[in-house]
């Protein structure tokens, strides 16, 4: 079964408008971390923001900020004033645990975004 | 600081031939990760270290041999290299408390791969 989903394989916005991209998420474990990366066309992960599941407030990064619904174990990215270099893959990811007390990331399939002028 | 670096940026294999891709982070991270990312999926986790001299199997680990001498490199190996490890390779690294919270994963920019 899929730890992360993201159910928007690709959206569009206009300019200057807000959008949000959904992730669901799967875990038993009480503690863990989501995490938004953006991936431009030139291939680079670039982290944007995290919210840990006993944060009790939203994360927010300048434009970015995460509605976290901890009982619908959604983390959605909003994207406030929509600008052209918005325009790239996003991922959601989680952070689970791992062997002999490690961590990983495990990932979406990711949603790309559009921004229209 | 340069972050995460990775070379080569782009390489064409011929099938049965090897390589080795470099990762090197100058931000003094303990972990250290390498994944894979195929066309239209998420990332992959191939192999991880907690630190140097310890290396360790992800998700996805057969074909691939890495190694942990210092702090700041973690090349991966690739031996006998196949059409199915066609892909786009992420070095990333992080920080973890000795109780083992990780702070974010910082990736670097990639090597893509063909093999034909």
């Known amino acids: 079964a899929q730890k992360i989903t993201q159910t928007q394989p690709g959206m569009f916005v206009q300019e200057k408008e807000a959008v949000t991209l959904d992730c669901t998420y799967d875990t038993s474990d009480p503690s863990y971390g989501l995490f938004w990366y953006k991936q431009p066309s030139s291939g680079e992960m670039i982290f944007l923001i995290y919210q840990g599941s006993y944060d009790q407030q939203n994360a927010t990064e300048g434009r970015y900020s995460l509605n976290f619904q901890k009982a619908r174990k959604s983390a959605n990215l909003v994207i406030s004033a929509s600008q052209l270099g918005d325009s790239a893959m996003y991922f959601c990811a989680m952070r689970e645990a791992f062997r002999g007390g490690s961590e990983k990331l495990v990932f979406g399939k990711g949603t790309k975004l559009t921004v229209n002028p | 600081n340069a972050g995460v670096t990775q070379t080569p940026k782009f390489r064409i294999l011929k099938i049965g031939q090897s390589m080795t891709l470099q990762c090197t982070q100058d931000?003094?991270?303990?972990?250290m990760y390498w994944y894979r990312q195929d066309p239209g999926m998420g990332l992959k986790l191939i192999y991880y270290s907690v630190g140097a001299g310890i290396t360790d199997k992800g998700e996805v680990p057969n074909g691939y041999n890495v190694s942990r001498s210092t702090t700041e490199d973690f090349p991966l190996r690739l031996e006998l290299a196949a059409p199915s490890q066609t892909s786009v390779y992420f070095c990333a690294s992080s920080y973890s408390t000795l109780a083992g919270l990780t702070d974010t994963q910082y990736f670097g920019p990639g090597t893509r791969l063909t093999v034909l």
């Open positions: 931000m003094n991270h303990n972990y």
